[in-house]
């Protein structure tokens, strides 16, 4: 219930219906949207304006007041018995008019010079509809649904909570799996889905892979992790076989001497390091692959090798020149692609503040030959920045022979 605050007896009578029905409608909890407007005296004028709307903050429902400036907003967020003392200030000494929409009618009340208070009853035009400053996304797992894998794996209890600790990766999990679900269109669902994941660490990706193809979207899929830990190997075959994930495998091996098929529809490499990734991305290409997810790691590869006369302003600071490698050995990367015949996009993995690994290269086989425009760019390039890149040797002539 909302406590009376002390009035002088005249004002109390003048605006005794103002404020029986400001206190009904707060206690009720049915404002949806309310504006203050018309500056009594604008010699005095702070703000120009104010709006009151409804929002949810952790879980608790507050009134939100806009203050509208010349050059500038400020926001308050109130409850229940600081809105009350607000909207009367607001009335008493600022404004002569208030539209105030709630669940069951419009108010509008005029304030006369004396300070009496006109009010007009309407009908109803707005539906409640409260905003939250704590929405939780949509995730493609969710909070509060129990997922076997993320169990085992230590990122949720068997209550079905994300741990604290583990949520960061519980979000990196749901951002790739939003970037796989763009990739269904060029996977061919009448078949068995072949994929490699090069570099799989403890698999968390891997696994979440699975049950997201198999599980949820009910695809036949056979996926195969490949790491040089032996240890993460048994660890993750053993974790596999406990899920009951029957057509998901692993073995220990590295990019370059995996040779067990000679056609692939999707190739994974998530942080290869170095010039591993030319290798995973080379493998891919040759093996037809239809999707090609890489998140490149350490590229050190043109640190030593970049001349540029112009950039040498740049170049002279070794962690400025260090993140220019970086960007040239992906954008390299991207472009052979191109050449290759994908689509190919550059995107955020994710946030920044979770790992400085966020730059994803996403390419899907569309057959384009028309690349010459791309193949002159990538010439250009390459002569620009003095570089004879790893990758065209990881391609070999299937790369080369395009670039003659």
Same mark, same amino acid.
């Given at each position: 219930m909302i406590?009376?605050?002390?009035?002088?007896?005249?004002?109390?009578? $003048?605006?005794?219906n103002?404020?029986?029905?400001?206190?009904?409608?707060?206690?009720?909890?049915? $404002?949806?949207?309310a504006?203050f407007?018309?500056v009594? =005296?604008k010699?005095?004028?702070?703000?120009n304006?104010?709006?009151?709307?409804?929002?949810? $903050? &952790?879980?608790?429902?507050k009134?939100?007041?806009?203050?509208i400036?010349?050059?500038?907003?400020e926001? #308050?967020?109130?409850?229940?018995?600081?809105?009350?003392?607000?909207?009367? =200030?607001?009335t008493k000494t600022?404004?002569?008019?208030?539209? !105030?929409?709630?669940?069951d009618?419009?108010?509008? !009340?005029l304030?006369?010079?004396?300070?009496?208070?006109?009010? #007009?009853?309407?009908?109803?035009s #707005? &539906?409640?509809?409260?905003?939250?400053? =704590?929405r939780k996304?949509?995730?493609?797992?969710?909070?509060?649904?129990?997922?076997?894998?993320l169990?085992?794996?230590g !990122?949720?209890?068997?209550?079905?909570?994300?741990?604290n600790?583990?949520?960061?990766?519980?979000k990196?999990?749901?951002?790739?799996?939003?970037?796989?679900a763009?990739?269904?269109?060029?996977?061919?669902?009448?078949?068995?889905?072949?994929?490699?994941d090069f570099?799989? %660490?403890? +698999?968390?990706?891997?696994?979440?892979?699975?049950d997201?193809?198999?599980?949820?979207?009910?695809?036949?899929v056979?996926i195969?992790g490949?790491?040089?830990?032996?240890n993460? $190997?048994?660890?993750?075959?053993?974790?596999a076989?406990?899920?009951?994930?029957?057509?998901?495998?692993?073995?220990?091996?590295?990019?370059? %001497?995996?040779?067990?098929?000679?056609?692939?529809?999707?190739?994974?490499?998530?942080?290869?390091?170095?010039? +591993?990734?030319?290798?995973?991305l080379?493998?891919?290409?040759n093996?037809?692959a239809?999707?090609?997810?890489?998140?490149?790691?350490c590229q050190?590869?043109?640190? *030593?090798?970049? *001349?540029?006369?112009k950039?040498?302003?740049?170049m *002279?600071?070794?962690?400025?020149k260090?993140?220019?490698?970086?960007?040239?050995?992906?954008?390299v990367?991207?472009?052979?692609?191109?050449i290759?015949?994908?689509?190919t996009?550059?995107?955020?993995f994710?946030d920044m503040?979770?790992?400085?690994?966020?730059?994803m290269?996403?390419?899907f086989?569309?057959d384009?030959?028309?690349i010459?425009?791309?193949?002159?760019q990538?010439?250009e390039f390459k =002569?620009?920045?003095?570089?004879?890149?790893?990758?065209?040797?990881?391609? %070999?002539?299937?790369?080369?022979s395009?670039?003659?």
């Amino acid at each position: 219930m909302i406590r009376k605050i002390n009035l002088k007896t005249g004002v109390l009578n $003048i605006m005794q219906n103002l404020t029986e029905l400001m206190e009904k409608i707060i206690n009720e909890e049915s $404002i949806i949207y309310a504006v203050f407007s018309g500056v009594k =005296n604008k010699s005095e004028k702070t703000f120009n304006k104010v709006t009151i709307k409804k929002v949810t $903050i &952790k879980d608790e429902v507050k009134h939100q007041f806009e203050y509208i400036y010349d050059k500038n907003v400020e926001h #308050k967020n109130l409850d229940n018995d600081e809105t009350f003392v607000e909207m009367y =200030n607001l009335t008493k000494t600022y404004f002569k008019q208030v539209l !105030i929409n709630t669940v069951d009618a419009d108010y509008h !009340i005029l304030i006369s010079k004396k300070g009496e208070a006109n009010i #007009k009853k309407k009908a109803a035009s #707005k &539906k409640a509809e409260v905003a939250s400053h =704590n929405r939780k996304k949509k995730y493609i797992l969710n909070e509060g649904e129990l997922t076997p894998f993320l169990i085992e794996l230590g !990122i949720m209890t068997k209550q079905g909570k994300i741990v604290n600790a583990k949520y960061d990766k519980f979000k990196q999990i749901n951002r790739y799996l939003e970037l796989v679900a763009d990739c269904i269109p060029y996977l061919d669902k009448n078949k068995t889905i072949r994929i490699i994941d090069f570099g799989c %660490g403890k +698999a968390y990706l891997t696994f979440a892979l699975y049950d997201y193809l198999v599980l949820k979207m009910g695809y036949n899929v056979e996926i195969v992790g490949l790491d040089l830990k032996e240890n993460v $190997i048994e660890f993750c075959s053993n974790l596999a076989k406990k899920l009951n994930f029957d057509d998901l495998r692993f073995e220990q091996g590295d990019i370059k %001497g995996f040779d067990q098929f000679t056609d692939v529809d999707m190739v994974i490499s998530l942080h290869a390091c170095n010039t +591993a990734t030319d290798e995973a991305l080379a493998k891919a290409v040759n093996w037809g692959a239809n999707v090609i997810l890489a998140v490149p790691c350490c590229q050190h590869e043109f640190l *030593k090798k970049i *001349k540029n006369e112009k950039m040498i302003p740049m170049m *002279k600071y070794g962690i400025i020149k260090e993140k220019l490698a970086t960007l040239l050995t992906d954008t390299v990367r991207a472009n052979v692609l191109e050449i290759m015949g994908y689509r190919t996009q550059v995107l955020e993995f994710i946030d920044m503040e979770h790992t400085p690994k966020n730059v994803m290269i996403r390419a899907f086989f569309e057959d384009n030959t028309n690349i010459k425009k791309t193949v002159n760019q990538y010439k250009e390039f390459k =002569n620009e920045w003095q570089i004879s890149p790893y990758i065209e040797e990881a391609f %070999g002539e299937s790369l080369t022979s395009k670039l003659d």
